[in-house]
T-cell receptor, first 116, second 113 residues
């Protein structure tokens, strides 16, 4: 399979549950990202990993915990979420993560998360 | 800080042209353009690096005015398949050799027959 694959596509969880979102890329990219997309809001950058090392954490609440075990896989561990965390969570990857030699991002189809 | 896109929405008839603008208050390294159709992932269209270059992609092209920190996306002779939400992403240094890609709120483009 090529591109960026996210699982599950849909997730409903209670506020006391613990779940994980998975992202896998088969493009040989070195950087991976988590974005949150809410209705009528811009895509919000959550975390950036470059060469498996976290380089950005955009003031994301600790109830979201990322993990990047290797350059092909990225996880987002969720626990004690709030209803306002309901959104589409998008994973993306790019060849590199620099400003001068900038690369386009390849996005996955996202996980639609509903917190009840 | 997120870039500002305009217009928020536009409706075109097939064959008409459109321009979508993106502006930032920060010094930029690059501008990205993406299109997202309903229920699908955003798809990368093109990237413009600082230097004022212009790029084209079929009948979709873009320019980057580094002085004004502005980019414009030009869609000519629009087709039904062009419908979707267009996002610009602006890349700037967030310090310590790290860069962030921040997206605008998007411009919803609808092409009708």
């Amino acid at each position: 399979e090529t591109g960026v694959t996210q699982t599950p596509r849909h997730l409903v969880m209670g506020m006391t549950n613990k779940k994980s979102l998975k992202c896998e890329q088969h493009l040989g990219h070195n950087a991976m990202y988590w974005y949150k997309q809410s209705a009528k809001k811009p895509l919000e950058l959550m975390f950036v990993y470059s060469l498996e090392e976290r380089v950005e954490n955009n003031s994301v609440p600790s109830r979201f915990s990322p993990e990047c075990p290797n350059s092909s896989h990225l996880f987002l561990h969720l626990h004690t979420l709030q209803p306002e965390d309901s959104a589409l969570y998008l994973c993306a990857s790019s060849q590199g993560q620099t400003g001068v030699d900038s690369y386009g991002y390849t996005f996955g189809s996202g996980t639609r998360l509903t917190v009840v | 800080q997120q870039p500002v896109q305009s217009p928020q929405a536009v409706i075109l008839r097939e064959g008409e042209d459109a321009v979508i603008n993106c502006s930032s208050s920060k010094a930029l390294y690059s501008v990205h353009w993406y299109r997202q159709k309903h229920g699908e992932a955003p798809v990368f269209l093109m990237i413009l690096l600082k230097g004022g270059e212009q790029k084209g992609h079929d009948k979709i092209s873009a320019s980057f005015n580094e002085k004004k920190q502005q980019s414009s996306l030009y869609l000519t002779a629009s087709q039904l398949s062009y419908s979707g939400t267009y996002f610009c992403g602006t890349e700037y240094s967030s310090g310590a050799g790290s860069y962030q890609l921040t997206f605008g709120k998007g411009t919803k483009l609808s092409v009708i027959p």
